[in-house]
């Protein structure tokens, strides 16, 4: 019984947790097929991406299956840890990748509705982050999630709460792109989407990578450093950054040749 349901309608892929039993906790194996859906949409260059809960779900997902977190004395969200394979799955997709919210979003699940690059949601949606129901220490790359997302004080009070919070004050944090009623999520979320894939998806793809630069560029490691020189280095080595500087110099328009 596959862990989601994947489909396509009209190059947009929607990826469908469906573990109700275990309320969508993103265990090893259900990360495996969001991932592998995920490539393979790539493959067939599918974009955007919707990721969502099956229709009246209660809980959207669970967040980390907490029955494969590792006994003590072991890094639970390390590099490897499935979870954090998702999340940076999410952030290389080339193209938009929208969470569709409807129930409750619980621990890890917030992350990754926090690492999707535009989150809709209903009445019903809730969010919480919550290592510290489980004396959990979470990882940076998380934390600067929230950061990023919503701000020092938003992000601590989710963090040393726990709580839940709910869609009206979701919308109003930053946690929800938008809030549409039940009934209206799906064509909303449809129809942005498809408005999404009549646009460049190269430019689409670039942008979202020198979004995940950029966002992730404080503190920056030398990593980080050089390839954003690499990047400056192929337009400051070109024809054209030369013939903009002559064409200044010479009191004419510019010939740009793109290289
Ligand atoms: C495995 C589960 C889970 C689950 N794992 O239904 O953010 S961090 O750092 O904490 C990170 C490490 C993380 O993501 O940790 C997980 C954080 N998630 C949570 O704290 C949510 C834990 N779940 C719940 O609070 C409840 O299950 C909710 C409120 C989601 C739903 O409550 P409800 O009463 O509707 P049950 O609790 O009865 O759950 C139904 C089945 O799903 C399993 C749970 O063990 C139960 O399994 P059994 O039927 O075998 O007893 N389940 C729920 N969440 N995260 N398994």
């Avoid at 259900?30 to 599918?46: N, S, Y």
Wanted: proline share 5%; net charge neutral; aromatic share 6%.
């Amino acid at each position: 019984m596959p862990l989601v349901n994947c489909e396509v309608t009209d190059n947009i892929g929607f990826i469908c947790l469906n573990n109700p039993t275990k309320k969508n906790a993103l265990s090893h194996e259900m990360v495996q097929e969001i991932v592998e859906a995920l490539k393979d949409f790539k493959g067939r260059k599918v974009s955007p991406v919707v990721l969502r809960g099956p229709d009246g779900c209660a809980v959207w997902s669970a967040g980390h299956d907490i029955k494969e977190l590792p006994e003590a004395r072991r890094d639970p969200l390390g590099y490897q840890d499935s979870l954090e394979k998702l999340l940076r799955a999410v952030q290389k997709y080339p193209g938009p990748v929208i969470a569709m919210v409807h129930g409750s979003v619980w621990g890890g699940a917030c992350d990754l509705v926090m690492t999707c690059d535009i989150v809709i949601g209903d009445e019903t949606s809730s969010f919480a982050i919550t290592p510290a129901k489980l004396a959990l220490p979470y990882n940076a790359s998380g934390i600067l999630h929230f950061i990023n997302r919503l701000g020092l004080n938003i992000a601590k009070e989710m963090f040393f709460s726990a709580d839940p919070i709910m869609a009206e004050r979701a919308e109003r944090v930053g946690i929800l792109n938008h809030l549409v009623a039940s009934d209206k999520l799906l064509e909303f979320t449809t129809n942005m989407a498809k408005r999404m894939a009549t646009r460049s998806s190269l430019a689409i793809s670039v942008i979202k990578e020198q979004f995940n630069i950029l966002a992730g560029a404080h503190p920056m490691s030398p990593d980080v450093f050089e390839r954003i020189q690499g990047l400056r280095r192929q337009v400051y080595d070109s024809h054209d950054y030369e013939e903009g500087v002559r064409s200044f110099l010479e009191k004419r328009a510019p010939v740009f040749k793109g290289e």
